[in-house]
């Protein structure tokens, strides 16, 4: 959902600054299979100043999340908190800036929209292989046990660890030196 605020009165004067406490409603998330729901609004707080070239954002946000765990599939339900950073330029000032510096453009009532810099910070933020435990010990690959709940007496392939491909090489390394 956007989240339009109003930069008007920011222009008169170089650094005049503006806080904006607010909470916007976002989709889920779906990055590359793992989806992410927020639980609840993403909360935030940016300072906008007038930075010359343009309106500067900064400030952070906190979002709830809830992930299925990349170990086990149950709930993951995470805090994240991001940093936010945007920048916002008046339409035809464009032109002056860096190639590297992305811009949003102010609309015509000197509003702009702060969802795209935030969602976009707090995506950044979102685990790529959430765990709803740092402990969780997975599903046994070998007879589907949740082995949170159940201890299996499953052999565990050892290939599956890549700990352990890094220790022959190691082992390698050492003989050749
Ligand atoms: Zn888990
Ligand atoms: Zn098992």
């Known amino acids: 959902m956007p989240y339009r605020t ?19 409603e ?15 609004p993403i909360s935030f707080e940016v ?8 309106i500067v954002a900064q400030g952070s946000a906190t979002a709830n999340v809830v992930t299925p765990c990349s170990r086990c599939l ?4 995470l805090t994240v908190e991001a940093d936010i950073d945007g920048f916002y ?3 035809g000032h464009d032109a002056d800036l860096p ?27 979102l685990p790529f292989a959430p765990l709803h435990d740092e402990s969780c010990k997975g ?19 050892v290939a599956d660890s890549p700990f352990a491909a890094l220790q022959d090489l190691k082992l390698k390394d050492e003989a050749e030196a």
Do not use: K
């Open 74 to 77: 149950c709930e993951a339900r």
């Open 26 to 40: 976002a989709s889920d998330v779906d990055l590359g299979g793992q989806v992410y729901h927020f639980e609840g």
């Open 99 to 125: 190639e590297e510096q992305e811009a949003e453009l102010i609309a015509e009532d000197q509003s702009i929209d702060l969802e795209p810099a935030i969602l976009a910070d707090v995506v950044v933020e």
């Open 47 to 54: 300072t906008l100043t007038n930075a010359g070239t343009g």
């Open 6 to 24: 109003s930069v008007r009165g920011l222009f008169d004067a170089l650094a005049l600054s503006r806080t904006v406490n607010g909470e916007l």
């Open 139 to 157: 599903i046994c690959p070998v007879c589907g046990a949740d082995r949170n709940l159940e201890p299996c007496a499953c052999e565990q392939p």
């Open 89 to 91: 330029v008046l339409p």
